[in-house]
């Protein structure tokens, strides 16, 4: 079959020109293995970084459409700082060496005039040996989707320069979005040869745009980072490992907001209140009381009321004390159960006629699963005996579509209602969720059948490298099946695949934070938009990923990669906070929806919204989910500890403690490098004991929060064992 050619644009032919016609370099730098060259261009100095041989990259460091003057260079001890002018503008580029395999370049422009912006050409072209774009082969692998990180991870292969990721740190730019009405919808990632950034532009269709930079003010116009290896990965799992590890050499570069302090045990106990006083959370069926899916809608489900059953678990454990609304959403689950099929059905038996009582979702029928074998392993007999009588089907299931899921089906007879969501991928991610349930029926029985399963399951799931997520939970969750069967059989090749599913999640990350207009109101970094294509941030993915990635750091923190222990780490600190923004009275109300698809929206009800959105849209479109509620419980509890103590202490990284009669021994375990926050907070309107913190023979100071009085908070490093006594 004859190769495709490339299809070329007139800027790639004026780029090929630009560098072979250059002439000799105005600056060079050695930077490992790599050559820097400053080469100047018809309206651009030009960024070469080449391997002798191997071809190379070139970025553009402005961006215009017309000539410029002299640039002035000089040599810093990180890199070079460069000043350009032209007719509209004065230009300083700032380039920044890191280590051996990164580098930052951060261009800023200071208008002579209120400059309006029509089109700007992106700022990234492979090279191959002869400085020619259109004579470069390779693959980009990942590229920015939507509002998500402005990333493009590609690999050069012929000449053999090797593997690059490309991140742009889109935070530096809000202003630059503020004032020109733009927004950064996948504007990081391009058609080979022409990759990277490209500045939005001409918003509404505006032509002219009508929004411009302000004369005299600086904005920065590109901060992009740009990581190095040597050798293009061979294989899925090896293009995973390296994007974790470049992707974790970047992150502690990023502009990060510092995440707020929130108090969940007060949430915790206001979201318990309300689901069991307001009207809109219940409705009684069959005798039992059943939770609606959003405020006063929709009919009861099995997911909505396992995920609050099994949350409230781990509300019972952090305040001490059993919670009888757990049992009474327990007591109404056996209606859920099909005899007949042996199943866990989605609807109750007298759901309306508007619904579709045996399609279902193929991630549906196992998620009240593995919430049932969670209650089961803590001794719910309940649970215990609807799990084990529902797993026959459950297997049943994954072995007639062969571990590869549709979107849905009819649970009669598998026959396939939806099998794609478009892109020739069903949900993908289910792979990790099944696994994840039949590791718990392993645990709970001990039958190997089981582990065969979750193995059968998670290598049906490879190869689908970047298109794996298909719902960030269920990735999440594809991660603590992987890391649980490293530990059962020490085989590296699950920890291989962990990072796989890693990898696919933080492609859907948002690794920066958005200031455009109702985006400001709240901490959106990290955060994970919940489907591999969905616009925004959801509630319930949200801290169902957080309890996973919580998992996951407890079972195998200590031995886990760096790189793939700092992300799971930072997602879980951000969404202390992050996770607060969800809850309408959090937000102000000009940024909450007026036109809702599911129920309404009330503020006075502890309930989180489904949505959230990075461009900055109303948040709650979708509606007040009751099914979220189970995340104040989980946040809490994993977050706080203090049962049985007269204060609660909070740590934002992983912890454990062991307690004596008047002290503790916290011992900290974040990601190497980073800083993690003690916080301590009296309860019950009591004053908080005098508190010392140690570590070794040396005395932390504590001091008063500075959003409360009331808190003494202490700053140490993340891997840390401190002791607290008082």
């Not at 999440?476 to 695949?497: F, V």
């Not at 970094?525 to 969905?534: N, P």
């Not at 750091?553 to 600190?573: I, T």
Request: aromatic fraction near 12%; glycine fraction near 8%.
């Amino acid at each position: 079959m004859k190769r495709k050619a490339p299809r070329i644009t007139q800027e790639t032919l004026r780029v090929r020109a630009d560098l072979q016609e250059a002439g000799k370099a105005a600056a060079t730098l050695s930077f490992g293995a790599l050559t820097l060259e400053i080469k100047k261009g018809r309206d651009t100095p030009w960024l070469k970084i080449s391997r002798a041989d191997r071809g190379g990259l070139a970025l553009r460091l402005i961006f215009g459409n017309g000539p410029y003057g002299p640039v002035k260079i000089e040599r810093t001890p990180s890199g070079l700082a460069l000043s350009i002018q032209t007719e509209a503008a004065d230009w300083t580029v700032t380039i920044t060496l890191t280590g051996q395999t990164l580098l930052s370049v951060r261009s800023e422009v200071t208008p002579k005039i209120d400059l309006l912006v029509p089109f700007w050409p992106r700022d990234l072209y492979v090279l191959d040996t002869h400085d020619d774009p259109t004579g470069a082969k390779g693959q980009v692998e990942a590229a920015q989707r939507g509002y998500n990180t402005g990333l493009c991870y590609f690999c050069l292969k012929e000449p053999d320069f090797g593997c690059v990721l490309y991140v742009q740190n889109l935070s530096a730019l809000n202003p630059f979005f503020q004032a020109t009405s733009t927004k950064p919808d996948g504007v990081v990632g391009g058609e080979w040869p022409e990759l990277g950034y490209q500045p939005p532009a001409s918003p509404n269709g505006n032509s002219p745009p009508t929004a411009p930079l302000r004369a005299g003010e600086r904005y920065v116009i590109s901060d992009v980072f740009i990581g190095f290896r040597e050798a293009c990965a061979a294989d899925e799992t090896e293009k995973a490992r390296l994007f974790i590890d470049m992707i974790g050499d970047v992150y502690p570069h990023l502009e990060r907001p510092e995440p707020a302090f929130h108090d969940w045990t007060k949430r915790a106990e206001t979201t318990l209140h309300d689901l069991k006083t307001a009207p809109e959370a219940t409705i009684r069926q069959y005798s039992q009381l059943y939770l609606h899916p959003y405020t006063a809608s929709e009919y009861p489900d099995s997911m909505v009321q396992m995920s609050v059953a099994a949350a409230l678990d781990e509300y019972e454990g952090l305040f001490g004390k059993t919670e009888p609304f757990r049992e009474v959403l327990m007591r109404g689950m056996g209606r859920f159960y099909d005899k007949e099929l042996g199943t866990i059905r989605r609807y109750l038996p007298n759901v309306g006629d508007d619904k579709d009582a045996n399609a279902v979702d193929s991630w549906y029928l196992y998620h009240p699963l593995m919430n049932l074998g969670r209650l089961a392993l803590r001794a719910d007999v309940r649970a215990r005996r609807l799990f084990l009588k529902s797993l026959d089907y459950a297997v049943k299931a994954a072995r007639h579509f062969d571990y590869i899921w549709p979107i849905q089906y009819d649970v009669r007879d598998f026959s396939v209602i939806t099998e794609t969501r478009g892109d020739g991928y069903g949900q993908t991610d289910v792979a990790g969720l099944y696994a994840y349930v039949m590791l718990q029926a392993h645990q709970l029985t001990g039958d190997e059948a089981y582990l065969s399963e979750a193995k059968a399951a998670l290598c049906a799931a490879r190869d689908m490298r970047f298109e794996l997520i298909y719902q960030a939970n269920l990735t999440a969750w594809g991660i603590a099946a992987c890391i649980k069967l490293w530990r059962i059989d020490a085989d590296e090749r699950h920890l291989a695949q962990a990072e796989v599913f890693l990898a696919s999640f933080v492609h859907n990350a948002i690794l920066w934070d958005s200031q455009i207009e109702h985006a400001a109101a709240y901490n959106n970094f990290f955060g994970v938009t919940c489907l591999h294509d969905a616009p925004y941030m959801a509630a319930y993915e949200c801290f169902e990923s957080f309890s996973a990635f919580d998992e996951v750091l407890k079972l195998a923190g200590e031995d886990l990669p760096p790189k793939m222990k700092l992300l799971l780490a930072e997602y879980r600190r951000f969404a202390f906070d992050r996770s607060w923004s969800y809850y309408p009275d959090a937000l102000p109300e000009e940024a909450l929806a007026t036109d809702i698809r599911n129920g309404h929206i009330d503020a006075k009800l502890s309930f989180p919204l489904e949505d959230l959105y990075a461009d900055g849209q109303a948040a709650g479109q979708v509606g007040q989910e009751i099914y979220g509620c189970g995340g104040a419980f989980i946040i809490a509890a994993r977050g706080f500890y203090g049962t049985d103590l007269r204060f609660w202490l909070f740590a934002d990284y992983p912890y454990s403690v062991t307690r004596n009669d008047r002290s503790l021994m916290v011992a900290l375990k974040g990601p190497t490098g980073q800083t993690a926050t003690l916080r301590f907070l009296p309860k019950g309107g009591r004053k908080l004991p005098n508190i010392s913190v140690r570590i070794e023979e040396a005395d932390i100071r504590t001091s008063e929060a500075a959003d409360d009085a009331a808190h003494r908070v202490c700053s140490l490093a993340a891997g840390t064992v401190g002791f607290v006594s008082w």
